[in-house]
């Protein structure tokens, strides 16, 4: 079965970076786009961008941009989200999802969630 | 980018009652090419990712997930769509989110949260 499994919570200064991993099991991962979302904590979800596993293609929010980059590592079959300059109001959980190959292109709804990593960043 | 807003923000129902959740988008996300709304709904509940319900909302059937009980349907076409809980369960308390991947960037309701009455 899809399993999606991220790595842990971090703390992270104003300024810093902090880097998510997203280990996927139960497909083939390079067939399925992953996708990034993040969550205010109390807040509603809001979404970040996508990877292509396949060729490395992303795709990022106008809000990220410059701040976020997605990559991949494909011998161990897991994607990353990398986010820079961090505020405080980046503290929010940050999800991994794939669709699971049910749309082409990167516009799709998620069928798989990994189990979420909380990035608290305070000085 | 497409706003999506959902109606009520909160509602409490009673146990075996029905539960009612509305979502409206600012432009449709109906695409007459394949004749599909690109809307999902999802469900989350505390401490848990969300998880996805329902997909390719529709005024006649929308598509169920595999394993979500045959309570959860959903309604809807163009810029209104309707998650329905036909008999509120215990374990339904939730937030739930609509979702248009109709045009980039997704996009999601500020969630409507239900509770037992």
């Known amino acids: 079965q899809v399993q999606l499994v991220q790595s842990g919570a971090e703390v992270k200064k104003p300024g810093a970076s902090v880097q998510v991993s997203c280990k996927a099991s139960g497909y083939p991962f390079r067939d399925y786009y992953m996708y990034w979302v993040r969550q205010a904590p109390g807040q509603g979800l809001e979404w970040m961008g996508w990877i292509d596993p396949y060729n490395g293609d992303t795709s990022y929010s106008q809000k990220f941009q410059g701040r976020v980059t997605m990559t991949r590592d494909t011998s161990i079959a897991t994607a990353y989200m990398e986010l820079s300059r961090l505020r405080s109001d980046d503290t929010a959980f940050y999800y991994c999802a794939t669709n699971g190959g049910r749309c082409s292109g990167g516009n799709c709804y998620y069928a798989y969630w990994g189990q979420g990593t909380l990035v608290t960043v305070s000085s | 980018d497409i706003v999506m807003t959902q109606s009520p923000d909160s509602l409490a129902v009673s146990l075996g009652e029905r539960a009612t959740i509305n979502c409206r988008s600012s432009?449709?996300?109906?695409?007459?090419?394949?004749?599909?709304?690109?809307l999902a709904w999802y469900q989350q509940k505390p401490g848990q990712p969300p998880k996805l319900l329902i997909y390719?909302?529709?005024?006649?059937?929308?598509t169920r997930e595999s394993g979500v009980p045959d309570r959860f349907s959903g309604s809807g076409s163009g810029t209104d769509f309707t998650l329905t809980i036909s008999s509120l369960q215990a374990e339904d308390v939730a937030v739930y989110y609509c979702q248009q991947y109709y045009s980039a960037p997704p996009t999601f309701g500020q969630g409507t949260k239900v509770e037992v009455k």
């Open positions: 390719w909302a529709s005024t006649r059937a929308s």
């Open positions: 432009q449709s996300v109906f695409d007459s090419s394949y004749n599909k709304n690109y």
